[in-house]
């Protein structure tokens, strides 16, 4: 049974960094996308970053490029997602998502394309 389980989020201070983790269990997504995404109150989920292994390449939704860097342990079967100069606006539950396929370059910003989902970890960033 496949499982992933993110961990590092909380309550920051605006202008400070965090990085979030999300580690897999149950098979290896070593040829696969992985992806976050995020939903803050009131609103959709939101694609933030994918990491491809096809095209070796990671993608970043337009708002967040800047600021958020993703990268990959294929080791340790886990990513990271790492989010400087937050924002209050940056406030959401941030989940993680792994594909048993393939996509690249916004085929990947559907979150149809995700299989399996993580449970979602909050991040809070106070004014």
């Known amino acids: 049974q496949v499982h992933l389980v993110e961990s590092g989020g909380g309550l920051v201070q605006a202008g400070g960094s965090l990085r979030l983790a999300c580690a897999a269990s149950?098979?290896?997504?070593?040829?696969?996308?992985m992806a976050w995404f995020r939903q803050a109150p009131g609103k959709g989920r939101e694609f933030v970053a994918v990491?491809?292994?096809?095209?070796?390449?990671?993608y970043y939704s337009d708002s967040g490029e800047a600021r958020f860097t993703m990268s990959r342990d294929n080791a340790e079967n886990t990513v990271y997602l790492t989010v400087n100069s937050l924002k209050p606006e940056d406030t959401a539950v941030y989940y993680c998502?792994?594909?048993?396929?393939?996509?690249?370059?916004?085929?990947?910003?559907?979150?149809?394309?995700?299989?399996?989902w993580g449970q979602g970890i909050q991040v809070t960033v106070s004014s």
């Open positions: 990491t491809t292994w096809n095209d070796d390449s990671t």
């Open positions: 149950g098979r290896a997504f070593t040829n696969n996308p």
């Open positions: 998502a792994a594909s048993r396929g393939y996509c690249s370059g916004e085929g990947c910003y559907r979150s149809t394309v995700y299989d399996f």
